[in-house]
């Protein structure tokens, strides 16, 4: 529910502005909608990396302490887990955010999607932005590439369980299982690490390149 709810709310993020560019060729955005579409954004990209990390451990602990499942990840302890990833994606992404408000603005005003990417804005700022470089560099590395690295952990230990499984039927059905949250993580990681490649080492790559990655960052997760 918390990756659906968090898919919905990037979807219906970044749609306005997609749609009204593609069919009212709408091509203007007040600042104030720009950064806080940025916000959401961000900060959603990162509670799904957070949702993903604790459905890995959710189906490690279905699997390998099945009988003590129910008494471990009780309901609060779900909500407790819900409310620290809401947490850490919603504070997190703030330091780079705002300064963007009241950063000057005396260059092109022309942004290379359809909505508001930090990376693409704060490079309009007529402004020091090192924070802005450097900030968002350590935040990808110690959110998505640490979960990500921390989630190939209980797959490890979970494929290591269902091979010790004697039933061929059980192995398969726990094994189709895995294969689709496998599947799930695998589209949201190399999706987003595409693009934090392409906008941080593509700058002589075709315009087109980096349209084609965010859109497919921003629709193909979700759709799957």
């Known amino acids: 529910a918390m990756l659906a709810g968090t898919d919905l709310g990037m979807t219906l993020t970044t ?28 900060t959603l990209a990162i509670v799904e990396s957070g949702v993903l990390l604790a459905m890995a451990y959710d189906h490690f602990m279905a699997i390998y302490t099945l009988l003590r ?4 990840l009780t309901n609060s302890r779900v909500m407790k887990i819900g409310l620290g990833v809401l ?24 942004l290379s999607h359809a909505f508001c990417l930090h990376q693409d804005v704060m490079k309009l700022a007529c402004a020091d932005i090192t924070f802005n470089r450097l900030y968002p560099v350590i935040l990808v590395a110690v959110t998505f590439f640490l979960d ?14 269902v091979l010790g499984i004697a039933s ?22 190399v999706t987003v690490i595409g693009l934090t490649f392409i906008h941080r080492f593509g700058k002589h790559a075709p315009h087109v390149v980096h349209i084609t990655m965010s859109y497919v960052y921003f629709l193909f997760p979700p759709l799957m």
């Open 69 to 72: 499942y129910n008494s471990i």
């Open 148 to 161: 990500a690295l921390i989630i190939v952990f209980p797959y490890i230990l979970i494929l290591k369980t």
């Open 15 to 42: 749609m306005s502005t997609v749609l009204g560019v593609l069919m009212l060729d709408q091509r203007e955005i007040a600042q104030g909608a720009c950064f806080t579409q940025c916000y959401f954004i961000h």
């Open 168 to 189: 061929g039927e059980e192995q398969a059905k726990a094994l189709n299982t895995c294969v689709s949250r496998v599947s799930c993580v695998l589209v949201f990681y």
């Open 87 to 110: 947490l850490r994606g919603f504070v997190s992404i703030l330091p780079p955010i705002l300064p963007l408000y009241w950063f000057p603005y005396c260059r092109s005003h022309v």
